[in-house]
């Protein structure tokens, strides 16, 4: 009995001692680790990126496997320019939280971002490795196989993310736009065509697959298709405008104008509505009410090249 009561009041100092070391290792002169991360996304939120790292920092210093802190500091390098000590990060987050996808991901898009695509595919395959059924990690390779030419190793890229989940729009138009780089329309279209089928009502694949038919110059499948998207979104600025230059290619200016006018009620801050809309005006000796179009335009940019080309534009209606 003695030698169980011993035993039962050690495991009870160990305890003890156990929590107070904790207590002590997770703060410091200026809090706990929780305490400096708070201070880190403060600073983070004004963007004083060097200050928001240094907060980090300690954060981590406290508690080497404070995932969160890794994360926000990788973020903060990135988002200051170091994209090494970022890839730094995220290589140690990797090591802490090794079954997670999103932390591939992320690593992926950083070594991309440097130009080190065999090191943004090597993560990915990873990626795969962790979840072999995720579609994600086959369609982001073919994206990069596609920016470095690899054509065929794009296409069995896509082709194996739609095999794995062929409900997926997306991954279609992602095919669909190796397809079209390449002059292989019929196929593009075939993928268009497949994802409004599996998404049908979702209107920006019917304003992408109508920006398609105008590039064919199909103007009439065109129209249905930008009808179709303003059906389903009747809010859709850039259907509005797409259609608009659409009805100014058919030489109709009374319908373009309606819908560059429909997109700008839409949204006024925009500027691509006002200047399809100016274009229209010249063209029609609307010398007023372009140029009215053209200093709306410059209000709303701080595009100084933007601005000067419109100011060159009033001139010459004067």
């Known amino acids: 009995m003695k030698r169980s009561g011993l035993l039962f009041i ?71 320019g170091d994209i090494d000590a970022a890839i730094f990060n995220y290589k140690k987050i990797i090591e802490l939280d090794p079954e997670n996808i999103d932390n591939c991901f992320q690593l992926a898009s950083l070594y991309s971002s440097r130009g080190d695509n065999y090191s943004a595919i090597a993560t990915l395959k990873k990626a795969m490795e962790i979840d072999p059924k995720n579609p994600f990690p ?67 694949l019917y304003l992408t697959r109508a920006n398609f038919y105008v ?44 819908d560059f006018t429909k997109a700008i009620q839409i949204n006024p801050k925009r500027i691509e509505a006002y200047g399809a809309r100016a274009e229209i005006y010249a063209s029609e000796n609307m010398k007023t009410q372009a140029i009215n179009a053209y200093l709306k335009m410059i209000s709303l940019t701080t595009d100084e090249n933007l601005i000067a080309q419109l100011r060159q ?3 010459e209606l004067k």
Do not use: C
């Open 10 to 80: 050690s495991i009870g100092v160990i305890v003890i001692l156990s929590s107070i070391t904790l207590f002590f290792i997770t703060r410091s002169p200026g809090g706990t680790s929780t305490d400096h991360f708070q201070k880190g996304e403060a600073l983070f939120a004004q963007q004083k990126w060097d200050e928001a790292i240094e907060e980090y920092t300690k954060a981590i210093a406290l508690d080497r496997r404070f995932i969160s802190a890794y994360r926000r500091r990788a973020e903060a390098y990135r988002n200051k």
């Open 138 to 204: 086959f369609q982001r390779t073919g994206d990069i196989y596609a920016a470095m030419g690899r054509y065929q190793d794009a296409l069995a890229s896509y082709s194996k993310a739609i095999d794995l989940a062929p409900s997926l729009a997306g991954l279609y138009l992602s095919r669909a736009g190796l397809y079209l780089g390449r002059g292989e329309y019929d196929k593009a279209l075939a993928d268009y065509s497949q994802a409004i089928r599996v998404d049908p009502s979702n209107e920006g």
């Open 215 to 258: 590039q064919r110059k199909s103007y009439d499948l065109a129209m249905s298709n930008y009808d179709k998207a303003i059906q389903l979104n009747p809010k859709y600025y850039e259907a509005y405008v797409a259609r608009g230059r659409l009805y100014h290619t058919l030489e109709d200016s009374q319908k373009a104008i309606a």
């Open 313 to 315: 534009k009033i001139e």
